[in-house]
Nanobody, 119 residues
């Protein structure tokens, strides 16, 4: 029922910036957390950044200080501002929304957007 649409990926030179957006198709009840994952070829998917409903944030060590995650509950949108990009940031980035309904915990995923950083 909840669908996430990502945008903002592309090709950028090292040191450049990109801003990823992920918009939900409808209202989200019981929002617990919003996050971004990435997966590079031949590697496991890893959590890049997450923000809880209370505003707490957590980042992958390698992006800490360069990336900023933010969310807008009213617009059902999560963002990832990526600065000082490095070639090792190249990956497909996926947004993720976690909601709590009753005793259940549910995950929703975006389709992924390619980020390529050239050296």
């Amino acid at each position: 029922q909840v669908q996430l649409v990502e945008s903002g990926g592309g090709l950028v030179q090292a040191g450049g910036s990109l801003r990823l957006s992920c918009a939900a198709s409808g209202r989200i009840f019981g929002l617990s957390a919003m996050g971004w994952y990435r997966q590079a070829p031949g590697k496991q998917r890893e959590l890049v950044a997450v923000v809880s409903s209370g505003g707490s944030t957590n980042y992958l060590d390698s992006v800490n200080g360069r990336f900023t995650i933010s969310g807008d509950n009213a617009k059902n949108t999560v963002y990832l501002q990526m600065n000082s990009l490095k070639p090792e940031d190249t990956a497909v980035y996926y947004c993720n929304v976690v909601v709590v309904r009753g005793a259940g915990l549910y995950d929703y995923w975006g389709q992924g957007t390619q980020v390529t950083v050239s050296s």
